[in-house]
C-alpha cells in the first residue's frame, strides 16, 4: 500500500524574514559586528547607523537578542554585549584549551619579568590575542585579549607569520599595511628578511612598530603535530632589555608551553 504525506499548508513567515531564517541571522550578526572595543556601549540609534540597519529592524531584533543574553541593557539605556555571548566565545576550542594549557606558564613568565606576557593566535591574516597578563608598572600596549592586529607590526603576528603557508605570507605582504608608528615596517622586501629571520632564529622582534615606547619579542609555539598554534611574547618598554636576553625567556616558555600542547603518554 502507498502512503500519501498530508499536504503542506502555506508557510508563514514572520514580516522581515522573508528568505527565511539566514538573513534574520546575517542581520543579527550585524547588530553584534556593531560593537567594537572603542564602542562597547550604543544606543538604538548609534547601533542602528553603525549596523547599516533601520532602527526598526534594529529595535525588533534587540529583544531577541537581550532575551538570548547576547545583548543586554544597561541603566543608561545603552547597549553592550551581554555575558552570555562571552560564554558561548569562551568555548572556542582553539582559544580554550591553549590558554588553559599555556597559562601556568605565562604567569611564571609574567612573575619573573614583571612585564606584559601575551599569547595569540593567526586568524586569516589577522593576530587574534587569547590571553595578557599587565605587569605591574609595564609599558602600556594596545592589545587586547579577543582584540586583533595586523600580523607585520606585532611580535606574536611576526612569529606567526614566519611560519604561516606561502599563500598567506603573499596575500600578507601584498599589502596595505596599517602604520602605527614611524618604525612600522611596510616594505615587503624588508618583512620577508624579518620572516626569514625569525625562522632562523626562533623568535621575532617588533621594535617600536605598534608604539614609540614598546618592545615586543615573540617565538612561535607548536601543536603535537608539530605546526606552529600560536606565538608567546613579552611586550617591555624600549631601551630596558636587550631582544637577545627577553628571547631566552621566551623561547623558553614557548617550548614549554609546547610540550604541554602534547597528549599524555599513554
Not at 209 to 218: G, R
Request: hydrophobic share 40%; net charge positive.
Amino acid at each position: 500500500m502507498e502512503h500519501y504525506a498530508p499536504k503542506a499548508g502555506p508557510v508563514t513567515r514572520r514580516r522581515g524574514s522573508e528568505s527565511g531564517t539566514g538573513p534574520v541571522l546575517g542581520r543579527a550578526l550585524q547588530i553584534l559586528g556593531a560593537f567594537s572595543a572603542d564602542c562597547p556601549e550604543m544606543t538604538l540609534s548609534e547601533l542602528s547607523r553603525r549596523s547599516g540597519l533601520p532602527v526598526s529592524t534594529v529595535h525588533r531584533m534587540l529583544g531577541e537578542l537581550m532575551a538570548w543574553g547576547a545583548l543586554e541593557r544597561g541603566d543608561n539605556g545603552c547597549y553592550r554585549v551581554g555575558l552570555r555571548l562571552w560564554e558561548v566565545g569562551s568555548l572556542a576550542p582553539r582559544g580554550q584549551g591553549l590558554r588553559e594549557r599555556a597559562l601556568p606558564f605565562l604567569e611564571d613568565l609574567s612573575q619573573i619579568t614583571r612585564e606584559n606576557v601575551q599569547l595569540a593566535v593567526r586568524e586569516g591574516t589577522e593576530v587574534v590575542f587569547v590571553e595578557r597578563i599587565a605587569g605591574s608598572g609595564a609599558v602600556p600596549v594596545l592589545t587586547r585579549v579577543g582584540g586583533r592586529f595586523a600580523l607585520t607590526a606585532t611580535g606574536v603576528g611576526l612569529a606567526l607569520l614566519a611560519h604561516a603557508p606561502a599563500e598567506v605570507q603573499d596575500q600578507v605582504l601584498a599589502g596595505p599595511f596599517e602604520r602605527y608608528t614611524p618604525r612600522t615596517v611596510s616594505d615587503p622586501r624588508t618583512l620577508r628578511r624579518m620572516l626569514a629571520e625569525t625562522r632562523t632564529n626562533g623568535y621575532a622582534v617588533s621594535d617600536r612598530q605598534v608604539t614609540m615606547d614598546a618592545l615586543s619579542v615573540a617565538a612561535p609555539v607548536h601543536g603535537s603535530d608539530g605546526a606552529v598554534i600560536a606565538a608567546v611574547s613579552l611586550v617591555v618598554r624600549h631601551g630596558s632589555a636587550s631582544p637577545h636576553a627577553l628571547a631566552r625567556l621566551v623561547c623558553t616558555s614557548a617550548r614549554a608551553i609546547s610540550r604541554a600542547m602534547l597528549p599524555p603518554p599513554v
